[in-house]
């Protein structure tokens, strides 16, 4: 590298993933894509980075899901799902953001996954139900 050359260029002046995380590899809180989150009532005093604004101002106007706010900050700043999970759950931390809980209670086994699937194929398709042995769908 020659005397005066930059060291950065701009398209490369973005913080890496670790950086926003600070080495975090899992949220706080367990995000499954599904998960609703809404603006949160704590006062706006902490200085946020523009990838937590842009969630916050997402989530101010109608609920989101964290898949939802997944693909914009993807489309946007190029993170991982993970490193988004991660900066969702320190904003619930700090108030910015609230996590909804859903009747069924927090989602976790693979029995949950299945009922939760099962319930959103039958609210898109309400007419068909699910078939005998050969897996075969009828109309109801």
């Given at each position: 590298?020659?005397?005066?050359?930059?060291?950065?260029?701009?398209?490369?002046s973005e913080v890496r993933p670790y950086g926003l995380t600070s080495g975090r590899t899992e949220p706080?809180?367990?995000?499954?894509?599904?998960?609703?989150?809404?603006?949160?009532?704590?006062?706006?005093?902490?200085?946020?980075?523009?990838?937590?604004?842009?969630?916050?101002?997402?989530?101010?106007?109608?609920?989101?899901?964290?898949?939802?706010?997944?693909?914009?900050?993807?489309?946007?700043?190029?993170?991982?799902?993970?490193?988004?999970?991660?900066?969702?759950?320190?904003?619930?931390?700090?108030?910015?953001?609230?996590?909804?809980?859903?009747?069924?209670?927090?989602?976790?086994?693979?029995?949950?996954?299945?009922?939760?699937?099962?319930?959103?194929?039958?609210?898109?398709?309400?007419?068909?139900?699910?078939?005998?042995?050969?897996?075969?769908?009828?109309?109801?």
């Amino acid at each position: 590298m020659e005397r005066g050359e930059v060291w950065l260029r701009p398209e490369e002046s973005e913080v890496r993933p670790y950086g926003l995380t600070s080495g975090r590899t899992e949220p706080a809180h367990p995000l499954p894509l599904e998960a609703v989150l809404i603006a949160g009532e704590s006062p706006h005093s902490a200085v946020l980075g523009r990838e937590a604004v842009l969630a916050v101002e997402l989530c101010a106007g109608e609920p989101r899901s964290v898949a939802e706010l997944v693909a914009v900050l993807k489309s946007t700043w190029r993170l991982p799902v993970q490193v988004v999970k991660i900066l969702l759950s320190d904003l619930i931390d700090a108030g910015r953001l609230e996590l909804t809980v859903s009747e069924r209670g927090v989602p976790g086994s693979e029995t949950d996954l299945l009922a939760r699937v099962l319930m959103g194929l039958q609210a898109k398709w309400p007419g068909v139900r699910p078939g005998g042995p050969g897996g075969d769908c009828a109309a109801a």
